[in-house]
């Protein structure tokens, strides 16, 4: 089996002076690309529905951090999962034009279900993050802040992949307070 990895990390601000009073919002953008999304696809959807593995579930996390030495955490530290159930359906809204496919994705996002026709759009929706932080800048402090992101993910062992653990950290962000 090939390798798979966090792609690297965008952090994205609103701006880049707040006032103490000002919530600051960050959003953590990045991918998991590799094997694991490669293997993901409608021959092995299919191949484990019929093998009775018909889900797969991706534990993920997500710190925004800030300081030099003693890093300090910033906002709600993410710890969660996404969830993709393979299923079976002649459901006639579930029509891809192209194709008669029965075996379907459902990925869950946060507990909310999302069904997506295209292959690239299930892996987009199972595989690519934007995880918004917001937190009060008094919390930080007046002044100039280095703040960083680290992300992590892990899955067990499926028909289709390999169990496996990923980490990746993020280029830091700088920004002022008054």
């Given amino acids: 089996m090939g390798e798979s990895r966090i792609s690297d990390i965008k952090l994205v601000k609103s701006k880049d002076q707040y006032s103490s009073d000002e919530n600051i919002e960050i ?10 999304r ?7 959807w299919t191949k484990a529905y019929n093998n009775y593995d018909a889900s797969f579930k991706m534990k993920y996390g997500i710190k925004l951090t800030s300081g030099g030495f003693r890093k300090k955490e910033l906002g709600r530290t993410i710890d969660t999962y996404r969830k993709a159930s393979i299923f079976w359906t002649r459901n006639p809204k579930l029509v891809n034009p192209m194709k008669d496919r029965r075996i379907w994705v459902q990925v869950a996002k946060n507990f909310e279900p999302f069904i997506r026709l295209t292959e690239d759009d ?12 917001v937190f009060k800048a008094s919390d930080l402090g007046e002044g100039n802040h280095k703040i960083g992101s680290e992300a992590f993910a892990s899955w067990q062992k499926h028909d289709y992949t390999e169990p ?4 990746n950290n993020s280029n830091e962000i700088e920004i002022s307070i008054n």
């Fill in 38 to 44: 490669d293997s993901f696809n409608e021959v092995n």
């Fill in 27 to 36: 959003n953590v953008q990045f991918s998991i690309e590799g094997d694991l």
């Fill in 122 to 133: 299930v892996k987009e929706e199972l595989f690519d993050f934007n995880e918004k932080f």
């Fill in 164 to 167: 496996g653990n990923i980490k």
